[in-house]
C-alpha cells in the first residue's frame, strides 16, 4: 500500500497574506501537530520558524512543497483559539496572519538564525599565505568545533566579518552554515545534596568526616551542609536538597564544596526556577460597601443580557475592588481571567492590589519584561499556573484556552491602540472579540467612557452599570477653572502660573500634601525661535519644528528621533539670540522649583521612564512622599491611586482642547477628569485648578461641573453631524513616498479608482498637518463606512485589491500604502 505523503500548512512571520504550505518528512509525522513550531527554509537563504496550522495530504499547486527543517515543541505553543484570534484580526485590522504572529509572539519564542563557521576538515593549513589575523583566525577554528560570526569580529577586530569569512569560504578553508538555535533559556538554580549512601547512614558519615581531618575547609562544608538539612527537613530525609547559593552563604566555601562533589561526597543538581518570586504569602480579603455589592449584583445581572458591561464609575468609586469580586466568582468556575490595562504605569499598584487577594495565580505581562520573563508567563498560561493575567495590550495574544472574563480597565484610554508596526489593533475591541470566542464576559470601567462604549450601552449592545460616588464618603474635588486670558491682562501671570494656582500650591504644601501638576508637552520648550528673526529651527527630515531639550543641550525631532546640538547663532540671520518658547514638562518642573525651592520636585514623562523601573521608582517615591510635586504629561493622568494628593493643576487646557483631530474634545474631557481624579482623600477635599484662556468653551463648562451626560450629548451631535464614530468606521489610508508630487497623484489616483468603484465615504486627499517624516511625503485618505449596510470585510478586501494594484504601475512601484482601521 502507498503511504499518503503528509503536507502542514503554516504561518510564517512574513508580510505575505497566504498560508504556505510544507512538505512533513516521514520521521516527523508523529511529532507534527498544529500549534507547534517548525524551522523551515525560506528563500534562498533563510531560515524561518512558523507555527502548524493545519495537516492535510494537498500538495500545493503552483509550487513544489519543501520540507520542514525542524519541530521544537513536544506540545503545542500556540492554541487553536489563538490561530482563530490571530486570523481574525489580520482581515480586520488590513495586515497579514504573518504580522499578527510576529506581534503575538514574544521573541523569546521565536527562533534566531545564527550562522556558524566552522574549518573545512579537507582544508591544509600548513604553507597558507595569509595574514597573521587570518592565520591566528584559522588555528582557532582548528581547536574549536565552531564559532559563531559574532566571535569571529572579535577574533579579527573587523566590524563586518563577513568578508573575510566570504573570502575564505571561496579558498575552501571554511564551510559556512547556519544554525537554528532556540533563544529562550530557563532560568535554573544549583542545588546540593548528600550522596545517596550518606543520607541516614550515621557510621558512613562519621567515616567520611575522619577521611576529611585534613582538610579543615572541606570539613566546615560539610557541616554547614548537614546543618542546612537539619534546619530545613525531617531529620529522616537527610536526601534534601538545599540550593547551592544557602551553603555559600553559610560561609562554606566554593572550592571546598567542589572538591566534595568530586569526592562523592555531596552531589550537585541544576532545577529550572521561576524568575518570578513566591507570593504565596498571606492573602487579603476584601468587604465591599453596599454601593460596591449593588454594583457587583447589578453587572452580574447584566451578563444574563449581554456579555459586556459598561462598568462607569467616578474615579475613587473602588471599581478594582468591584473586579475583584467577580474575578473571584469565575475563579470558583475554574475559568481564566484577563485584565488589560493601558499603560505599564498602571501594572505596579494594580498587580501589588490583586497578588495580596490571589497570590501567585497572578501573572504580569508587559514589554519592559525581558523576553525570558515573557516567556515565562506564555508557559505559565499554557501549564495553568496563571490562571490570572494583568498586562498591557499585547496580552491579548496570549495562549487563553478557557477564558472566563476580561476587564479592560480605562477602557476610554487611546493608549489601547497600536500605532507602528502592522498590525495596528485596538486592544480593547479585540479583546472583546477574543471573549466572543470563549464565549467569556467582558468589564468595560471607566470614569469617562469612550464615546464608542457609551454608545453601544446607550443602544443596549452593552449593559450598563454606573457608580455615582467615591469610596469611603470621599467628595468629589472642586475644579476651579482660571481664565488666563484675563489674567495676563491683569498681570496676574508669573510665567505660565496664575497667581491663584500658585497660592493653591502654597497651601497645599502647608498643609502637608502633595500636588500634581500637568502638561501635555514632553521636552523644555516646544521650538526654538530667534529672537532677532523669528526662525524656527526644523527637523531636516519631517516637517516639523525641533523641540528643546534643555537635558544634554539638545534639539530633539518627536518623529523621527533625530538630535542636534542647540545652535549658537540663528541659521538665518547670524544672531546670537535663540531662545527656547513655550513651556514643555522639563521647563515646568525648573520653574516649580524655583518658584517653591523647599519642595522636593520630580518629573515623569517619557523622557525620564525610558528604564525598566524608572516608573515604579517615581510612583513609589511619591506614594511613600518622598517628595511633594509631580510634574508630567498624560502619565501623571492614568488611574493612579495616591492618598496625599491636595491639589491637581492643569497648566494650559487649551493645549488639549485645540488639538486638530475630531477626538481633540473626547480627549481634552477625559483627560481632565482623569488628572482630577487624583486629588482628594477621606478628610479633606482635593483641589483642581485648570488654566485656558477659552473659559466658555463648552467643554470647559462640562469638565468644571464634571458632567459627563452632557459632555456625552453634545459629543454625539457633533459627531453625528459630521459622520464620525461612533456612526461610521473610519479607515485612514497614508500614502508614503520621498517625492511629493508622486505622493499626491498616488493618492488621487487611488482616491478617484476607490470612489468609482466603492459605496463608501472617502476624505481628502490631504496632507496631514506634519506632512514630512523621515524624508517621506505623506497624503491621507479618509474612508467612512456606515456601520449598517455595506460588508467592512467586503470593502476591506477591495481597498488592498486596489492598493496592491497601483503599487504595480511603474510610477507608483515604491510608495508605501499604510492602512490603519479604527484610527485614533
Ligand atoms: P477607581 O479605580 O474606581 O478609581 P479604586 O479602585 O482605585 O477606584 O479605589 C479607590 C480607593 O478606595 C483605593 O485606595 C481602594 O483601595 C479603596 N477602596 C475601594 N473599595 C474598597 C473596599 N471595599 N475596601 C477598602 N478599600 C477600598
Ligand atoms: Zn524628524
Redesign the pocket.
Known sequence: MMRKTLFADLILPVPIANRFTYRIPREMESLIIPGVRVVVPFGKRRMLTGIVDSIHEKAPVHYEARYIYDVLDESAVVTPHQITFIDWMASYYMATPGEVLNAAIPAGLKISTESYVQLNPQADLDELDESDTILDLLHQLEQRESLRYEDIKEITGEKDAFKTLQYLSKKGLVILYEEVRERYSPKTEKYIHLATHLAGNDKALNETFETLARAPKQEDALLACLQLIKRDADLSDQLQRIPKKALLDSNASAAAIQALIKKGILEESEVIVSRFSDYSRELKQ????PE?QKAVDQIIRGFDSTDVVLLH??????????YMDIMQHVLDNDMQILYLLPEIALTTQIVQ?LRAVFGDKLGVYHSRYSDNERVEVWQGVLSGRYQIVVGVRSSIFLPFDHLGLVII?EEHEHSYKQYDPAPRYHARDAAIMLASQHKARVIL?S?TPSMESNYLADSGKYSRVR?EN???D?SMPEINVIDTLRKTAQKKMSGPFSDELLEGIQKTMDSGQQVILFQNRRGYAPYMACHQCGHIPHCSQCAVSLTYHQYGEKLICHYCGMRESVPIACDSCGAKEMKPVGLGTEKLEEEVALLFPEAGVRRMDLDTTRTKNSYERILNDFAEHQFDILVGTQMVTK?L?F?GVGLVGIIDLDLLLHYPDFRSHERAFQMAIQVS?RAGRRDTVGNVFIQTRDLKHPVVQQIMHGNYDAFYSNELEERKEHAYPPFTRMIRITIKHKDRNITREAAQTLERRLSAALPVRILGPQEPLVNRVRNEYINELWIKLERKGTSPALIKKSLLNHADNIKQEKLFRSIRIIFNVDPY
Open positions: 476584601v468587604t465591599l460597601s460596591q464609575g467616578v474615579t475613587g468609586s473602588g471599581k478594582t475592588e468591584i492590589r480597565d470601567g470614569a457608580l467615591r469610596f469611603g470621599v488611574g491611586d492618598g481624579g
